[in-house]
Every structure is written in C-alpha cells, then in structure tokens.
Nanobody, 114 residues
Framework: VQLQASGGGLVQPGGSLRLSCRVSGPFDTITVLGWWRQAPGTQRELIAALTEFTNTGYADSVKGRFAISIDRAANTMYFQMNSLKPEDTAIYYC?????????WGQGTQVTVSS
C-alpha cells in the first residue's frame, strides 16, 4: 500500500487549498483515513480522521474550516482547507489504517503567509 500526497503550497491568510491523497492498494479494506500535520518545532498533530468511510472527526483547531471527502472511483481522499490561518502552516501527512497496519504519505508543505 502506498499513499501519495499532493496539493500543498503557499496561500494567503483567508485562502483555501485542497490536498489530495491517492492510495495505491486495497482501498476498500481501509478502516481509517486521515491527516496529521507537523509545524516547525512542534509534535505531529492529528487533525482529521474518517472511520469506516462514514464517521469523521476533526481537531478543534480545524473544525468548521477543513473537511475530508472521498472519491472511491479514484482511490483518493481529499482535504479541503478553507479560511486558512498562519498557524495552519505545517507539513501535512495523510495516513491509512488497514487492520493493525498504518501507512503514511510523504507529506506536503502548506504555508499560509501574506
């Protein structure tokens, strides 16, 4: 199983970005999909998770601004990020759980700055 993350970049405060995470492998066997992020000098933070393709949960820091969606035909998870703030600047990592195994994407940089 391989995860390929993309879509990061530089955006102004208040702007939007959509991250993608394409999964190569048995997509329908995934139990949890989600995103972590790590800002410079901080620990990695879990910010969003989709369980059994039905239940989503978000960290308070992103709730109401970020949203996960799925395109099962493309084996891809999207992460729509709106109303971006400078404190959202981080490397964003997608992950997928299959059974007891966790798989990670390579990370994509998001920078929010004017």
């Amino acid at each position: 199983v391989q995860l390929q993350a993309s879509g990061g970049g530089l955006v102004q405060p208040g702007g939007s970005l959509r991250l993608s995470c394409r999964v190569s492998g048995p997509f329908d066997t995934i139990t949890v999909l989600g995103w972590w992020r790590q800002a410079p000098g901080t620990q990695r933070e879990l910010i969003a998770a989709l369980t059994e393709f039905t239940n989503t949960g978000y960290a308070d820091s992103v709730k109401g601004r970020f949203a996960i969606s799925i395109d099962r035909a493309a084996n891809t998870m999207y992460f729509q990020m709106n109303s971006l703030k400078p404190e959202d600047t981080a490397i964003y990592y997608c992950y997928a759980d299959i059974g007891h195994q966790r798989y990670w994407g390579q990370g994509t940089q998001v920078t929010v700055s004017s």
